[in-house]
């Protein structure tokens, strides 16, 4: 037996897809999809504290992030009252350092850190919080992405990204993953929206999945596994965005850079060590491309998926 605690603190990670390839729309509007997910060491960090009086607050470091009921954290919050019939209130500080519309699934996760904090602060024993299979069955009640960060590092993603496979950590990760990010973002709805479903990538996602999990990550890029069927509709939206994966490929290699989700962060693997070329090369294309006002993450795989506890 624990004493019920009044407050937590969560890292909530970032996720990249290794490969996204779009299947067809479906009847209720969204699309079955098949991804490869893995998440990284960019993380937000997140506060949650039991309010005594009053209704929910979330306050957050970053202004250009919703506050208000529209935000996924007050989402999840809202969702787990409703599943477990609690009447408690919480008090929310989000330090965000994830970029939003990025295709990182900041939001995604912090929704997913929500449920957990949410959980841990209203169950005085273990016995009383619900358990982790419970939070993964609503999570797809709010969003598609949501379910990922309640599972493994590493995850083969269906459905409309709600349905999960929990993975062991790939071979031969890269040493280092740089996410690029330019101030404009894009919003999922649009970029598949501008999706030409006769124009798809022709690999099989299972012939892709196999690529990383036999010759590992490196080797799989390099056999042009990393496709996103996203990259099209998003480049049609923003010219510059395929500009930039241009410059990052003539750093990273051919085959090594994708664009994250639906954009619009890209990202480039990097195998090498210790090496400063890399990053004076990334400062060269942010000073070059000034009016992208391009922010650089240098940051690593995670071989889990959902949040840590400080
Ligand atoms: O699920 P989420 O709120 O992240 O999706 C945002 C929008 O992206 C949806 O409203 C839908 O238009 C589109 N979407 C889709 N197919 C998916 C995921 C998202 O069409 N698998």
């Known amino acids: 037996m624990t004493t019920e605690p009044s407050s937590v603190t969560l890292y909530s990670p970032a996720k990249i897809n290794l490969f996204l390839r779009i299947l067809g729309r479906r ?45 996924l954290i007050l989402k999840a919050i809202d969702l787990f009252r409703a599943k477990t019939r609690s009447d408690k209130r919480f008090r929310v500080h989000l330090e965000k350092n994830i970029p939003n519309q990025a295709g990182l699934g900041g939001g995604s996760g912090n929704a997913a850190t929500a449920l957990v904090a949410a959980n841990w602060l209203c169950g005085r024993d273990e016995d009383e919080r619900r358990s982790m299979d419970e939070l993964r069955e609503w999570s797809g009640e709010i969003g598609s992405d949501i379910t990922f960060f309640l599972s493994n590092g590493v995850a083969y993603c269906t459905g409309r990204g709600e349905l999960i496979r929990p993975l062991e950590p790939l071979p031969n990760p890269p040493s280092t993953v740089y996410i690029v990010k330019p101030n404009q973002g894009l919003s999922t709805a649009l970029v598949y ?14 012939s892709l999945l ?43 290699g051919a085959g090594r850079v994708m ?41 690593h795989f995670l071989d889990r998926g959902g949040p840590s506890q400080e």
């Open 27 to 71: 009847a209720d509007g969204y699309h079955d999809l098949a991804s490869l997910f893995q998440t990284v060491d960019l993380c937000d960090r997140l506060t949650f504290s039991i309010c005594e009086e009053g209704d929910d607050v979330l306050t957050c470091t970053d202004p250009s992030v919703p506050t208000d009921g529209s935000n």
């Open 259 to 299: 664009m994250s989700g639906s954009g619009t962060a890209v990202f480039g693997l990097d195998d090498r060590d210790g090496e400063g070329d890399r990053e004076a090369a990334l400062r060269e294309i942010k000073e070059r491309r000034r009016e992208m006002g391009l922010r650089i993450f240098a940051c």
């Open 210 to 252: 196999s690529l990383f999990q036999s010759g590992g990550v490196m080797a799989a890029a390099d056999q042009g596994a990393l496709v996103n069927d996203l990259e099209p509709p998003a480049f049609a939206n923003y010219g510059e965005l395929r500009e930039l994966k241009g410059d990052l490929e003539g750093v990273f």
């Open 193 to 206: 929206r501008s999706l030409d479903l006769s124009a798809l990538h022709p690999s099989s996602p299972s």
